[in-house]
Nanobody
């Protein structure tokens, strides 16, 4: 049974940092591309980062570019998302997902975690 578990969310002040982690079981992360997505109340799910199987290619939308960094450790079967200079508009439920192709489209991903809440507020 495939399971993805996100951790590392929490409450942080604007300008602060958080590091999210996604741990996988039931599959080998190295065989998949990984995406991080977020969804705020009343908004559509949006991609914030993705990384290909080798880790050699990453992508970020303009909204987080220069502030977020995705990394993967295939040996540990984990993927992290370092988030710096956080803003109130980054507040959302953050999900990791695995799929065959590294894209920002949620429909490209097969397995999803349950999410971890990130709240940026003073």
């Amino acid at each position: 049974q495939v399971q993805l578990v996100e951790s590392g969310g929490g409450l942080v002040r604007p300008g602060g940092s958080l590091r999210l982690s996604c741990a996988a079981s039931g599959l080998t992360l190295g065989d998949y591309a990984i995406g991080w997505f977020r969804q705020a109340p009343g908004k559509e799910r949006e991609g914030v980062s993705c990384i290909n199987r080798s880790g050699g290619s990453t992508y970020y939308p303009d909204s987080v570019k220069g502030r977020f960094a995705i990394s993967r450790d295939n040996a540990k079967n984990t993927v992290d998302l370092q988030m710096n200079s956080l803003k109130p508009e980054d507040t959302a439920l953050y999900y990791c997902a695995v799929g065959r192709i590294a894209t920002m489209s949620p429909i490209s991903y097969t397995y999803w975690g349950q999410g971890t809440q990130v709240t940026v507020s003073s």
